[in-house]
């Protein structure tokens, strides 16, 4: 089984905020079924870039965590969908809140990366020139 190296600071919030939802895809994830995507096969067409097997991973880690839970129909092919908790859904303001924040700093963070990708290339051009 799995050894923490680092234990959980149970006395700091965001320490905690980060092992429950710190990664790329939860907050997706948990917006996605806010919205009533609620099977797997929909969230994988809904969330560009995520894969069957990272999909999978954070569902469980959420569940496990306690703001997702989970019913499976007793059909053929099985039917799994997942649903928020209340806990779940206490998280809601704050997906809202970062998901404002990402879509307004957006503009600037385009104008930061295609500066730097000019620079790259510009380092890259000098580089040549110096051979």
Known sequence: MYQRKIPIDYDCGLSIAMEVVGSKWKFCLLDEISKGI?????????????TKRVLQKQ????????????????????????????????????VSAVDQWGLSFAPELKTILEKDSLQMEKDRFHQ????
């Open 38 to 50: 609620k099977r797997p096969r929909d969230l994988v067409n809904s969330i560009n870039g995520i």
């Open 59 to 94: 569902l469980s880690e959420l569940e496990f965590h306690g703001l997702l839970g989970k019913t499976i129909y007793p059909e053929v092919p099985l039917r799994v969908e997942y649903y928020l908790t209340a806990s779940g859904k206490a998280i809601l303001p704050l």
């Open 128 to 131: 040549n020139d110096e051979l």
